[in-house]
């Protein structure tokens, strides 16, 4: 189903726009660039050897969810819950579904384009190792060759995300994580079991179960029911330092097992990350060469989503391109939450034991479609004040005047 395209075997091609990566941005870009009818060259880089099925993508169905994108949805829940202790709030909102999205979907949609497009080209197996710019050319550098282009798209995440966790032995400073930062570091297990063991869980995604607050972070469990008999289980934690991969992978097993019991399964696939959750802005500065996705500030600091914000990002980005034939970084996430997410991890941060309970409150204390709005960026001035409502007044207090006392510095 997929191929890689044929790459034209001459030193003088030159592309319009080369794409380093075939991730959710990468893919997310191309499809927004086939919409707007963009005619130029498209090379996308990819390092992988062909698309894998390594993660699915999940979020709150908005208007910013694509159409072309809308048709894929593979899944979609009424309703949402989170747990700490004894106690579950369930939201539910069947006008703002919680939505999932296999890779495998985005990959056929993405092949689609390509193979209908003859201004696209693909090349798998083509890591890249550098990039430069001369006298308004750029140049990307791979073992083989050395690709030219107007413009350049840079979707590769920072180089710790697909490597850990790994070891607890790197240290924040080793990643350049700011004070105010943390690390959410995930292991999931999607499995396929032998009866409907997950029948009764499938009314609602099991989005924080099981709060946890540790010395370190937070820890919880988060299970996506696709059917009876099939799920994703996903250890996840808000760490300051990096875990060992091995006991991340060992808490997800052991949910799985507290899940299902005896219950005979067949493992389809491992999904695991270290994200950051910390505000992440533009990096390269040379002329026609922009970050894209995580490195390009897509994910919400806060929360870990980003695939609404890459979808809003690849739109204005491909129009750009399309209408007035250049490119700059688009920030796709609004200042209001760009600060709003930094006084909240700054609460998490100074008040570790009392995690589990801010994110009870929070749920208990907004409507679903409050909740949905606000954890996709398309709050209304009704939902933000709710939402500070919800939260306990002193530690956000102090947080907000600490970091208002930041920013003047």
């Not at 709005?373 to 207090?397: G, Q």
Request: proline share 4%; aromatic share 12%; charged share 20%.
């Amino acid at each position: 189903m997929y191929y890689e395209s044929e790459l034209i075997d001459d030193d003088e091609v030159n592309y319009d726009l080369i794409i380093i990566g075939a991730g959710a941005a990468g893919l997310s870009l191309l499809i927004a660039l086939d919409e707007v009818n963009y005619c130029g060259t498209v090379l996308i880089l990819e390092t992988n050897g062909a698309f894998k099925n390594d993660r699915v993508w999940s979020f709150w169905q908005t208007s910013d969810v694509p159409t072309s994108i809308n048709k894929i949805i593979e899944w979609r829940w009424n309703s949402w819950s989170l747990s700490h202790q004894n106690e579950t709030v369930v939201l539910s909102d069947k006008n703002i579904p919680y939505c999932c999205l296999p890779a495998t979907k985005l990959h056929q949609l993405a092949g689609d384009v390509i193979q209908k497009r003859q201004n696209v080209t693909i090349a798998f197996g083509h890591p890249v190792d550098k990039l430069s710019t001369s006298s308004y050319q750029n140049f990307v550098q791979c073992k083989e060759k050395t690709y030219s282009s107007n413009y350049v798209v840079d979707t590769r995440p920072p180089s710790f995300i697909n490597n850990t966790p790994i070891s607890g032995e790197l240290s924040r400073s080793h990643l350049n994580i700011p004070k105010y930062g943390l690390l959410q570091c995930f292991f999931g297990l999607e499995i396929e079991t032998t009866n409907g063991v997950f029948g009764h869980l499938q009314q609602d995604v099991k989005l924080m179960h099981d709060l946890t607050g540790t010395q370190d972070g937070l820890e919880f469990v988060y299970i996506l029911p696709f059917s009876a008999t099939h799920a994703l289980i996903e250890f996840t934690g808000f760490y300051s330092e990096l875990p060992d991969n091995a006991y991340l992978s060992s808490r997800a097993n052991e949910y799985v097992i507290k899940t299902i019991a005896d219950t005979p399964y067949k493992k389809l696939r491992e999904e695991k990350a270290c994200l950051p959750m910390y505000n992440i802005s533009q990096t390269n500065t040379s002329t026609g060469i922009i970050n894209g996705g995580i490195a390009g500030g897509t994910m919400r600091a806060s929360t870990g989503y980003s695939f609404l914000s890459i979808q809003r990002w690849a739109r204005k980005t491909a129009r750009l391109l399309h209408n007035e034939k250049r490119l700059v970084w688009i920030d796709s996430i609004p200042m209001i939450y760009r600060w709003m997410d930094r006084v909240f991890l700054r609460v998490l941060i100074d008040n570790k034991k009392r995690n589990p309970q801010i994110f009870m409150r929070f749920a208990k204390s907004v409507s679903a479609a409050t909740f949905a709005r606000f954890m996709s960026e398309k709050a209304t001035c009704k939902d933000l004040c709710k939402v500070i409502l919800a939260m306990p007044k002193w530690p956000f207090i102090k947080a907000a005047i600490q970091t208002i006392a930041e920013n003047e510095r």
